[in-house]
């Protein structure tokens, strides 16, 4: 239930919500049946996704309101055109944009850059089919090889991957992907505890091939004000060099 989610009590509920804690309670023991404008400004009061809103819809015999479109749909050009454009202007540094799944749609020459530097089977930055990012740097068969904090680099990305799960519960491929790296053995084999962490103020991937050597932290933007469910969800992440070796070596390829 979202209210729990939320750490919310009914009357918090029901005071932020502009509803009576009586009405409230019974919509939620099943007493009284919601209307679609209630519905909507309880998922707004609980600060719900638009993905998890007409979830939320569909499950109470509702149409969805918010649309789910391609990036590559006529409608989404302007949008389209805002991210090629970041993309392009973070070069020579990589960037990519991944959807609510952190499966990679986009990529800019400095991703390529970084996959020749520390190749990995099967995967090009220019492809047509984009593979899952958390995969990609967390299985052996991907990044992990290369990554020399894997350790702490990987629950870093476990955190960050729980949080998307605890974001949008109903999104069944970052579930089936969790399942996947526990039954594959691909989690770190300890805890991340205070010792293991940076004294920088930015956590740095750092990877390493023969003599080259790369650190990078990351960025991520989000489109403030979208109204698709593939908008919302959206994220850019931006890579930077974290010191000036790893700058120079990006500049100068």
Not at 205 to 226: E, H, Y
Not at 234 to 242: C, H, T, W, Y
Request: hydrophobic residues 45%; proline residues 5%; neutral net charge.
């Amino acid at each position: 239930m979202w209210r729990i989610r939320r750490k919310l009590s009914q009357l918090e509920l029901s005071l932020r919500a502009g509803i009576s804690q009586r009405h409230l309670s019974f919509l939620e023991t099943g007493r009284s049946t919601p209307s679609r404008e209630t519905l909507l400004l309880l998922a707004a009061t609980l600060e719900l996704p638009m993905r998890e809103r007409n979830v939320l819809l569909t499950q109470s015999g509702f149409a969805s309101v918010y649309r789910e479109s391609s990036v590559q749909v006529a409608e989404l050009a302007t949008a389209r055109r805002a991210l090629e454009m970041i993309l392009l202007h973070h070069e020579p540094y990589p960037a990519l944009v991944l959807d609510g799944s952190c499966n990679i749609l986009m990529a800019n020459k400095g991703v390529s850059r970084i996959t020749k530097l520390f190749p990995v089977s099967g995967f090009a930055a220019d492809q047509a089919a984009k593979p899952n990012l958390i995969r990609l740097m967390l299985r052996s068969d991907g990044f992990r090889p290369y990554v020399s904090n894997w350790e702490t680099f990987a629950w870093n990305a476990l955190h960050r991957l729980r949080c998307d799960l605890e974001a949008s519960p109903s999104n069944s491929e970052l579930r089936a992907i969790l399942a996947e790296l526990r039954e594959s053995g691909e989690f770190p084999s300890r805890e991340l505890q205070p010792s293991n962490l940076q004294a920088e103020p930015l956590f740095a991937l750092a990877m390493q091939n023969g003599q080259v050597k790369i650190r990078l932290f990351t960025m991520l933007t989000t489109f403030g004000s979208a109204e698709d469910v593939t908008l919302s969800e959206l994220r850019i992440e931006l890579f930077f060099p974290a010191d000036s070796d790893t700058e120079d070596l990006l500049r100068s390829i």
